[in-house]
C-alpha cells in the first residue's frame, strides 16, 4: 500500500468513526512499531492507563501482592476486592484507593503501586515520513520527538502542514495544526506539541 493511500484511508476512517479506527487503520497500513528505551520511573504524576503493567504490593500479605496489567476496560483484579478501577488515576490516587478498600477487611493496611511497563502511550504517525506506523512510547513525548522516531520526513513531505488527530473527553475528534518549521524557528511561539494516547499525526 502506498503512503498516499494509507493516508487517505485514516482520514476516511476518522471521519466515519473517530480517532480509535483511525489507529486500526494506521496498524494495518504498516508493520512498523518503533519503541524507544524504557525510563528508569514513570513520572509520579504519569496517569495509568489500559495494558499498563503494575506492581501492587501489601505489606506482609503476599498473597494480595503481584504483578498484573490493567485490563482493556481499565480495571485490575484483586483478591477481596475484586475488580477496582486504575485507569485514570496516578499510583498514588490507586496506593490509596486499594488501601481504603483493604482497611474494611484488615487494619492499617499498607500498600504500594509500582509502574513496572508502560503500554498504554501509543501514537500513530502516517504520511510522508521514513517509518511510518505505530509509536509505543514510554514516557511523555512531543510531536518532535515522534517524528525523530518515524525516521525524519520523507522526500515529498509538507512539514508545516502537519494535522494531529486527537479524540477528545466528549468523543469528538479535533483537528490540531502544526507548523514543524514555525517550532523550529526561533522566537516563534509555535508549541512543541505534547503527545496524548492515541494521538494519529499525519504529515502530508
Do not use: C
Not at 500479605?61 to 490493567?70: A, E, I, K, Q
Not at 486527537?166 to 490540531?176: D, F, L, P, V, Y
Amino acid at each position: 500500500m502506498t503512503t498516499r493511500r494509507a493516508i487517505v484511508i485514516a482520514l476516511a476512517l476518522i471521519g466515519a468513526a473517530g480517532l480509535g479506527a483511525a489507529s486500526a487503520a494506521a496498524q494495518s497500513a504498516t508493520a512498523t512499531t518503533i519503541s524507544p528505551g524504557m525510563p528508569a520511573a514513570a513520572p509520579s504524576d504519569y496517569v495509568i492507563g489500559p495494558e499498563d503493567m503494575l506492581q501492587i504490593s501489601v505489606w506482609k500479605n503476599d498473597t494480595l501482592s503481584r504483578t498484573m496489567p490493567v485490563r482493556p476496560d481499565g480495571k485490575i483484579s484483586m483478591p477481596l476486592l475484586h475488580d477496582v478501577h486504575a485507569a485514570g488515576l496516578t499510583t498514588m490516587q490507586l496506593r490509596d484507593k486499594i488501601a481504603l478498600a483493604l482497611a474494611e477487611f484488615m487494619p492499617n493496611p499498607e500498600v504500594s503501586v509500582i509502574i513496572t511497563e508502560v503500554r498504554s502511550l501509543r501514537v500513530s504517525v502516517l504520511g510522508e515520513v521514513q517509518k511510518p506506523g505505530v509509536l509505543q512510547l514510554r514516557s511523555d513525548t512531543t510531536i518532535l520527538e515522534a517524528i525523530a522516531m518515524a525516521g525524519g520526513f520523507g522526500t515529498f513531505a509538507s512539514p508545516s502542514k502537519i494535522t494531529v488527530f486527537r479524540k477528545g473527553n466528549n468523543g469528538q475528534t479535533q483537528k490540531i495544526r502544526f507548523n514543524y518549521n514555525r517550532a523550529l524557528a526561533s522566537g516563534t511561539e509555535e508549541t512543541n506539541l505534547t503527545l496524548k494516547p492515541g494521538d494519529v499525526i499525519v504529515v502530508p
